[in-house]
């Protein structure tokens, strides 16, 4: 028996020296290994292997939590230290924290970088959320679309942003179809197309062909369905200068206005832009029963808006990412696929960062202390 306790305590020691070997060994072999390796891939000499760099550039009055939220990043496992590109983190102004991945290449004998995907952290600046105003103050609504740990990422007209926030308040209210029509007669009368009245057809035009091109970079199904319409309203406007002077846009929306209900104006509006073309009006309004094809007109909640310029207390973060043109859904990390060779290893990793969940609830952490 004696002899049996003795060649199993003997094995048992056996095994627990053969796990120190191994857990030695597994620390060993997960140790960066670092190399200037030049690997050629199309018209680029690409350095993978380089021992990247982490730099750190911050200006404004969020410097300290800019500074915490960095720290939770860069104790991230695959950017301490990077390894074959370069990790920056700046603020492009006071409440908005800006993350580069950036892979290195070598050209005439200098290892330099090109600029990659970024990572967008917006502090206590709720114009964030809804992207570029339709007019002013006036947005279209952002629809939820997923979910990012447990909080909601919303599509607005520029890109998905997810949006971290403790108070439980809504995000906008609705504006009325009068209200937005006076902004737009508001602005028309104090700007036009020089600071000096109303737009023409022809600057309405104008106009549109800047909201084309603008648009043709972000959605290229809806800058066709916008062009159909813009070549229509051409039409229409050469047509009318046949038959005697069209009306100019202060016009056409004063009437616009004048054929609202006193219950049609206070409705909430929703703004469309096949509108002009369909229903034969300038604003882009959808008329009453047609909701549906468009979006609603919200303005910012006034609650979120007293969050700006609070340097006390870190109540809003706004999260919004960029990937690069290489990827279909530059603005979404979650369907990346593009691999990790060349310049999408900078990619590879941002979208890998997407996924560290422990990581990103040390920062939620943060807008609860």
């Known amino acids: 028996m004696k002899q049996i306790s003795k060649t199993f305590t003997g094995r048992y020691k056996m095994i627990l020296s053969l796990l120190v070997i191994f857990f030695i060994c597994r620390t060993a072999w997960s140790q960066q290994v670092f190399s200037d390796q030049v690997v050629h891939i199309e018209e680029d000499d690409f350095m993978p292997y380089t021992r990247g760099e982490v730099i750190k550039t911050f200006v404004g009055d ?25 990790v920056d983190f700046s603020s492009i102004h006071s409440t908005m924290l800006e993350i580069t991945f950036s892979a290195y290449i070598k050209e005439y004998d200098e290892r330099i970088v090109k600029r990659g995907p970024v990572l967008y952290m917006s502090i206590n600046n709720p114009s964030e959320i809804f992207g570029t105003p339709i007019i002013t103050d006036i947005f279209l609504q952002p629809a939820k679309v997923s979910d990012f ?29 009068e209200e937005y029509l006076n902004e737009l007669l508001n602005a028309d009368e104090n700007h036009g197309p020089d600071g000096s009245g109303s737009y023409s057809g022809d600057d309405v035009l104008v106009e549109m062909e800047k909201a084309y091109r603008a648009l043709l970079k972000i959605d290229q199904a809806e800058a066709a369905e916008f062009k159909t319409g813009m070549d229509n ?99 979404n990390p979650r369907l990346y696929s593009d691999g990790n060779k060349g310049f999408m290893l900078a990619d590879y990793h941002m979208a890998e960062l997407f996924k560290q969940q422990d990581l990103w609830n040390k920062i939620f952490d943060l807008l609860k202390n």
């Open 62 to 86: 969020y410097n300290n939590l800019m500074e915490e939220m960095c720290t939770i990043i860069s104790s991230w496992d695959s950017i301490n230290p990077p390894k074959g590109f370069r």
């Open 233 to 331: 309203y051409r039409s229409d406007l050469a047509q009318q200068k046949l038959e005697g002077d069209p009306e100019d846009l202060h016009t056409s929306l004063i009437k616009e206005l004048e054929k609202l209900s006193p219950e049609e104006r206070k409705s909430p509006a929703y703004y469309a832009l096949g509108a002009m073309d369909q229903y034969g009006n300038l604003s882009g309004l959808l008329p009453s029963g047609h909701e549906e094809e468009g979006e609603a007109l919200v303005r910012i909640n006034p609650v979120l808006k007293n969050m700006v310029g609070n340097t006390t207390t870190f109540e809003l973060l706004v999260i919004s990412w960029y990937l690069g043109k290489s990827n279909d859904s530059d603005d």
């Open 149 to 177: 740990y447990g909080y909601p990422v919303y599509q607005n007209v520029r890109r998905k942003v997810t949006v971290i926030m403790e108070k439980d308040v809504t995000l906008s209210v609705p504006v009325t179809r």
